[in-house]
């Protein structure tokens, strides 16, 4: 059977496809960290990952995985407990309503909810139910998908150390829409030791069939530089009126960290929170053109690499 397998495919790809499959405990002690991550990189990006003395963006956020801990970090990972964090650094303002946090998929009362909201899992990426109208949802469907989430560990699927220990919950949270009925923009602001050097703003980012992603400088220029997506030139994004207060609290919610991703909405002049991410897009997100990359590497400056080891997965902390 082996024999067949690597007919089929090479190593790299049977143990990815294995791991985006089949997750959990069972294969925590299957392949390091530090393996895992050097596949998954070599299989993505198309060239070896450089863990000896990185230089570009990319390799150093694989160190960080590997040699950097912060426990203030996986508070901020949790869709539940950021918020917190949010409220005492920048203010309760910025958060979005919350209508709920269950953790069991049975404490959902969907008669109990208002016609749209949004469901998001605590512990990991991607796990999202957007209802625009209640009525329409395949409930059955959508807790069987949760339940799914609940028993899954995403920290095992992606080796990012800040989801290992975050407490599977589901929130529930107000249902936001762009004004007239545009396209929601994620407005997402790449800090480097507390300094953001650029913004995104995504389209379409739960579609990633249609997921288009423009950069701008701090002073609202289109930059020609892309990062995993194309750019979206059909479309006019004007400079929100408030950049200014934008980019003070990306920076009070970044201070803390060697780099973090701090996301906003802007809606009707509103400044609405996001999600604080340490790994964009894994480390794994194809930046062009590659001397951007080498750039946004020089901007990252990081941390000593402590000397005490978590034996339990090969990381360093």
Request: proline share 3%; hydrophobic share 35%.
């Amino acid at each position: 059977m082996k024999t067949i397998l690597k007919k089929l495919f090479n190593e790299s790809e049977i143990i990815i496809y294995l791991y985006d499959r089949i997750t959990g405990a069972y294969f925590k002690n299957f392949i390091s960290d530090e393996r895992l991550i050097r596949k998954k990189f070599k299989n993505r990006l198309g060239r070896d990952l450089q863990l000896d003395n990185p230089v570009k963006f990319n390799d150093k956020l694989q160190w960080l995985k590997l040699n950097w801990y912060d426990p203030l970090a996986t508070k901020c990972a949790d869709k539940y407990e950021v918020r917190e964090f949010v409220s005492e650094t920048i203010g309760e303002e910025y958060l979005n309503e919350l209508y709920g946090v269950y953790e069991s998929v049975d404490e959902i009362d969907i008669d109990k909810l208002p016609n749209s909201f949004v469901l998001k899992g605590t512990h990991g990426s991607g796990y999202n139910v957007i209802c625009k109208d209640k009525n329409k949802m395949n409930w059955d469907e959508e807790f069987k998908k949760m339940r799914r989430w609940l028993r899954l560990n995403y920290f095992w699927k992606v080796r990012q150390w800040v989801y290992k220990d975050i407490k599977p919950r589901i929130v529930c949270e107000k249902f936001i829409e762009q004004e007239e009925g545009a396209e929601l923009r994620d407005y997402r602001f790449f800090c480097f030791n507390g300094n953001p050097k650029f913004i995104t703003v995504d389209f379409s980012i739960t579609n990633k069939k249609n997921t288009r992603r423009n950069l701008y400088d701090l002073d609202w220029n289109l930059m020609e530089q892309e990062i995993a997506y194309p750019r979206e030139l059909n479309l006019k994004v004007d400079k929100p009126d408030k950049l200014d207060k934008m980019i003070e609290l990306s920076k009070k919610l970044s201070a803390n960290f060697p780099h973090a991703r701090v996301d906003f909405y802007y809606i009707d002049n509103r400044i609405i929170f996001g999600e604080i991410t340490f790994f964009h897009q894994g480390g794994m997100g194809k930046i062009k053109p590659l001397e951007f990359e080498d750039e946004m590497g020089s901007w990252l400056k990081l941390p000593k690499k402590p000397a005490i080891t978590d034996t339990s997965n090969g990381r360093n902390l």
